[in-house]
Structure formats: C-alpha cells, structure tokens
C-alpha cells in the first residue's frame, strides 16, 4: 500500500518561512504527478503547486513568487519552500502522489494523498 508521509509545518509569523516535505513509501508504479494542495478552514481543498513526471512545475497565481517546489530524486522527497508567508496561507496542506494506472495510465493516474500538515501563520 502506498503510504504518503508529509513532514514540516507549523507556525509562523507574516513575511517568515516554513518549508513542507512530502515522501511516498512503496510505490508501486511510475510516478505522473506530485504536489501539494491546501485548505483552509470553511473551504475547498485547493491546488498549491504540482510537479509533473516530465519536469514541469505550476503554482496557484496565489503564491508564485514565494513558494518554491523542488524535488530530491535521490530520496524520493517533494519539498514545497513557503517564504513571505501571509495569513491566507493558513490552512492544512496535503501532499499527492499520482501513479500510472494500469487501464488509464497517467490520464486517470491513481491518487494518493497525505494526512496532511497544518500551516499556521499569524501575529
């Protein structure tokens, strides 16, 4: 079973820095996507940033420019680098794991997500 296991998180004031980190334990397939999502209190989870099989990154226009989303292939972890955080960026934040799908490949890519980490930032 393919386990995700998000780390990092916490507290911090506006204009400071967290920095999250994702792993996925026995994948079972080839990778299609990572990336880490949010949702903050009374809404929908939302797309933060992804990272595709081929390289590619998107950020949500909300935080281009601040965060930052790198990959350690060696160790299979997704870093997402938070900077100039604002109370916006509150919320909990999932991290996941879209692997080929044997049917439908990466069109429909089997999803797995984290149990999520809860971002705080405040004065």
């Known amino acids: 079973q393919v386990q995700v296991v998000e780390s990092g998180g916490g507290s911090a004031q506006p204009g400071g820095s967290l920095k999250l980190s994702c792993t996925a334990i026995?994948?079972?397939?080839?990778?299609?996507?990572l990336g880490w999502y949010r949702q903050a209190p009374g809404k929908e989870r939302d797309l933060v940033s992804t990272?595709?099989?081929?390289?590619?990154?998107t950020y949500a226009d909300s935080v281009k420019g601040r965060f930052t989303l790198s990959q350690d292939p060696l160790k299979k972890t997704l870093h997402l680098q938070m900077n100039s955080l604002k109370t916006e960026d509150t919320g909990e934040y999932y991290c996941?794991?879209?692997?080929?799908?044997?049917?439908?490949?990466?069109?429909?890519?089997?999803?797995?997500w984290g149990q999520g980490t809860q971002v705080t930032v405040s004065s």
């Open positions: 990272i595709s099989s081929s390289g590619t990154i």
């Open positions: 996941v794991v879209r692997l080929w799908d044997p049917a439908f490949g990466c069109t429909r890519p089997r999803e797995y």
């Open positions: 026995n994948r079972t397939s080839v990778t299609c996507e």
